[in-house]
C-alpha cells in the first residue's frame, strides 16, 4: 500500500473516532402515531410551540444575576454564544437582553406577546443581526439535543411518502371530536411544564391528504394512522426547515409570494387545477420558518402588502396563501429595524396597526469601556492574529468609541472620560450610585448614537496589516487609524468628526497616565522597601495623632513626628496641608478598628495610601534608575540592569512582551525628559 493510501486510511480512521453513531441514529428516528403519543405521554416538552423552545433554550444555559446601580440585572449566559466559542457573544447590554428574554417568557405562558411581533431597534452595528443569528444557531442546536427533540411526520399512500410541507406536530392530526379528550390526559402529567394545546388546521396539502384517506377508510382513524409515519425534525436554516430569514429587494420586485409561497405551475396539468394543494409549493418563507423562527431583515422596508401579511401572521398566528384558506403557523417572528425607518414608522398614520402588534426591544451600542473590549477581543484574541497586541490597545480604542456615544455630562464637576469610568463601575470621588442612576436616567439618547464597532474592528484590522513585518500593535498605531479614518466616515457630521478628534487627545491623555502608573508601580514594585516606608509612615503617624515622640532607630534619640516625611508621601495623593488631620485620623480610627477585631493593618488594605506609598518610592527611586537615559544615546551598564529589571516586571505583572515593553519606558522616560527639561 502507498504512503499516501496509507495517510489517508490514518485520516479516515480520525473521522471514525469522532463519530457517534448511536447519536446519528436518534436523529433519524421514527415510529408510528402510536409511538409518538407515547413519546409525549413521557416527555409533554415534545409538544412545546415555537416561543416555549425558543425561551427554554435560552434558559437552559443558565444565568447569573448582579447588581447595578442598585437594581438586580441577569446575565444569560447563552448571550455569550456557546455555540462558536464566544464568536457572536453580545455584551454590555444586559438590561435590554433580560427585556428581551422577559417578553420571550411571557409569550411562552401565553400572556400576550406570543401575538405580536418582536422589533429589535437600535442603531448599525449595535448586535440586533448578532441576536437572531444566535436565535437561529440555538434553535438549530436545540432541535438536536433530547432536551429539544421535535417530531413531524410523512403521509405513506400508495408507495409514495409525502412529507408534511410545514413540519407541524403530528398532534395536529388528532381529530377534532378526540382532541379535548386526548389533551386532558396528556395535561395531567406530572412533568408538564406547558400545557399541551394543539390550535387549529392542517395545512392544505396534509388536509387533502387526510380528508382522501378518510373518505378510503370510512372514517376509520385508526386504519388512517396507519398511513402516518412520524419522525425527528431537526432545524436547519441552510436546508430551510423550521429557520427562515426575508430580505427586502428592490420594491418593483418584492412579491408576497415569497412569504406564503405560490403555485407550482408544473404540476397543474398532473392534478387538473390550480387550487389543488398538491400543485402549490409551501415554501414562502413563513411555511419554511413554521415550528422554529423568522427573521425579517430591516423589517420596516418591506411593501405595505407584506406587512398585511404579517399583521395575520402576528396576531392570529395565521397566512393566506394563494387560493387557498388561512393556513396555521407556529413560529417566533423576530424583525429588526434602524431608527430612521422606525422613526417613519412612528409617523405613519396608516401603519397603526402594525405598530399596535409590535413590540420594540432597544439594542443600543455598549456604553461601558470593559464590556466594549469584549467586542473586540474576541476578534483580536492571542492565536489569531500573528502580531502581539500591547496591553491597553483594544481597550483604548474601546474607551474612544464608548465617549462617542456618551452625552456630555451637565454636571460641570464631571468630564465624559469620568463619566465612561462611572458606567463601568469605577469608583470617582463625590458620586454615588445614585448618581449614575441619575445620569443613565437623564441622557436618553446615550448609546443609540456614536461610533459603531464595525468601524472600530475596521481599523484595528487596517492597523494589524499595515506593516506585513509588524511585531507588535500599539495603542498609538490605532489611535492614529481611527482618527485617520474620519476623513471618510459618511455617517457622521463635521461637528461630530471634530469632537471624535477630541476624544482621540482625551483618550491619548488617560493612556500616558495609565502607563506612567504602570512604570511608576514597576520601578516601586519592591515590596519590602514598601513595607518598610508604610511602617515608618504610620510609626510617625500615631505618634503625630497621640502627640508623642517617635525613636531614631539610627541615634536611639526620641524626635518629634517627621513631618516633612508625612507631607511627602500625602502630598502625591492630593491631600491638602488643610485635610491632613482628616486624612491622618481617619486612617488611624481605621487602623485602631482592626486591631480591635484582632487584625493588623497592611498598607495594601488602603488603595489611597497604597498609591501614595508607589509614588514616594518612585520619586526616590527614579533618580538612581535615570530612566531618562533611555532617551540617549549611552546608557551606563549598572543603568541597563537597573532598567532590564524594570521591563521584565513589566512584562510579567503587566503583560507586555519585550518590544512593547521598551517601547513604554522609552515613552515614559521621553515625558519625564520633558517634564525635567521644562522644570530646569
Not at 438590561?95 to 406577546?113: F, Q, S, T
Request: charged fraction near 30%; hydrophobic fraction near 35%; aromatic fraction near 10%.
Amino acid at each position: 500500500m502507498s504512503d499516501a493510501a496509507t495517510n489517508g486510511s490514518g485520516l479516515l480512521s480520525l473521522i471514525e473516532a469522532h463519530q457517534d453513531r448511536g447519536h446519528y441514529q436518534n436523529l433519524l428516528w421514527e415510529g408510528s402515531f402510536a409511538d409518538y403519543l407515547e413519546l409525549v405521554r413521557q416527555d409533554p416538552g415534545i409538544a412545546r410551540n415555537a416561543y416555549q423552545r425558543l425561551y427554554d433554550l435560552i434558559v437552559s444555559f443558565g444565568a447569573e444575576d448582579y447588581t447595578e446601580y442598585k437594581k438586580t440585572i441577569t446575565r444569560y449566559r447563552f448571550f455569550d454564544d456557546p455555540f462558536d466559542d464566544g464568536k457572536d457573544g453580545v455584551f454590555g447590554i444586559d438590561i435590554h437582553l433580560m427585556k428581551l428574554v422577559r417578553v420571550l417568557r411571557a409569550a411562552a405562558l401565553g400572556y400576550g406577546p406570543e401575538k405580536r411581533v418582536i422589533l429589535l431597534h437600535g442603531p448599525v452595528g449595535s448586535a440586533k443581526s448578532t441576536i437572531a443569528r444566535l436565535f437561529k444557531k440555538g434553535l438549530e442546536w436545540y432541535s438536536r439535543q433530547d432536551a429539544g427533540r421535535m417530531y413531524t411526520y410523512s403521509w405513506v399512500v400508495d408507495g409514495e411518502e409525502i412529507p408534511a410541507p410545514m413540519h407541524e406536530d403530528p398532534l395536529a392530526l388528532v381529530p377534532d371530536a378526540a382532541r379535548p379528550a386526548v389533551l386532558d390526559t396528556l395535561n395531567k402529567s406530572k412533568k408538564l411544564v406547558y400545557p399541551i394545546a394543539v390550535k387549529g388546521e392542517l395545512n392544505p396539502v396534509c388536509r387533502h391528504y387526510y380528508k382522501e384517506l378518510m373518505r378510503r377508510y370510512s372514517g376509520d382513524f385508526l386504519e388512517l394512522q396507519k398511513h402516518i409515519r412520524v419522525r425527528r425534525l431537526l432545524l436547519s436554516e441552510k436546508d430551510r426547515v423550521g429557520v427562515g430569514t426575508f430580505q427586502p429587494k428592490d420594491e418593483k420586485n418584492q412579491d408576497s409570494t415569497e412569504l406564503t409561497g405560490d403555485i407550482n405551475y408544473r404540476k397543474i396539468a398532473e392534478y387538473g387545477s390550480d387550487s389543488d394543494p398538491r400543485a402549490f409549493n409551501f415554501d414562502g418563507e413563513f411555511c419554511v420558518a413554521n415550528r422554529g423562527m423568522i427573521e425579517f431583515v430591516e423589517m420596516l422596508k418591506l411593501d405595505v402588502a407584506f406587512l398585511y401579511d404579517l399583521l395575520g401572521a402576528s396576531q392570529e398566528h395565521k397566512i393566506k396563501p394563494k387560493k387557498f384558506a388561512q393556513t396555521n403557523i407556529d413560529e417566533v417572528i423576530l424583525g429588526h429595524t434602524n431608527e430612521p425607518e422606525f422613526r417613519r414608522l412612528e409617523n405613519n398614520e396608516y401603519m397603526e396597526a402594525l405598530r399596535d402588534r409590535t413590540i420594540k426591544i432597544d439594542v443600543p451600542y455598549c456604553t461601558a469601556p470593559s464590556q466594549e473590549s469584549r467586542i473586540y477581543e474576541k476578534d483580536f484574541k492571542k492565536g489569531k492574529v500573528n502580531a502581539f497586541i500591547a496591553p491597553h490597545t483594544v481597550e483604548m480604542a474601546a474607551l474612544w468609541a464608548v465617549l462617542t456615544r456618551l452625552e456630555e455630562p451637565t454636571n460641570h464637576k464631571l468630564s465624559v472620560l469620568q463619566k465612561a469610568k462611572l458606567y463601568d463601575g469605577k469608583n470617582i470621588p463625590g458620586f454615588t450610585e445614585d448618581h449614575v442612576k441619575e445620569l443613565r436616567k437623564a441622557a436618553v439618547r446615550e448609546g443609540l448614537e456614536g461610533i459603531s464597532p464595525r468601524y472600530v474592528q475596521d481599523k484595528l484590522s487596517n492597523a494589524l496589516v499595515r506593516d506585513p513585518d509588524l511585531r507588535c500593535l500599539n495603542p498609538f498605531m490605532v489611535l492614529n487609524e481611527l482618527e485617520g479614518g474620519l476623513k471618510a466616515h459618511s455617517l457622521i457630521s463635521d461637528d461630530q468628526r471634530e469632537r471624535y478628534r477630541e476624544l482621540l487627545a482625551v483618550v491619548k491623555e488617560e493612556y500616558t497616565d495609565i502607563v506612567k502608573n504602570e512604570v511608576q508601580k514597576a520601578i516601586a514594585a519592591d515590596k519590602g522597601a514598601l513595607k518598610r516606608l508604610s511602617e515608618n509612615y504610620i510609626d510617625n503617624l500615631r505618634a503625630y495623632i497621640v502627640k508623642e515622640k517617635v525613636k531614631n532607630p539610627f541615634t536611639g534619640q526620641y524626635e518629634e513626628p517627621n513631618e516633612r516625611l508625612m507631607r511627602s508621601i500625602e502630598e502625591k495623593i492630593d491631600i491638602p496641608e488643610t485635610r491632613k488631620d482628616d486624612f491622618r485620623s481617619e486612617l488611624m480610627n481605621y487602623i485602631a478598628d482592626l486591631a480591635l477585631k484582632g487584625r493588623t493593618f497592611d498598607y495594601t488594605m488602603n488603595e489611597r495610601l497604597h498609591r501614595a506609598l508607589e509614588l514616594k518610592l518612585f520619586e526616590d527611586s527614579k533618580d538612581s534608575i535615570k530612566l531618562t537615559s533611555l532617551v540617549s544615546s549611552t546608557v551606563d551598564q549598572d543603568t541597563q540592569a537597573k532598567i532590564d529589571i524594570v521591563k521584565q516586571r513589566l512584562i510579567d505583572d503587566y503583560g507586555y512582551d519585550e518590544i512593547s515593553a521598551s517601547d513604554v519606558l522609552t515613552y515614559v522616560a521621553s515625558i519625564f525628559a520633558r517634564g525635567d527639561a521644562s522644570k530646569a
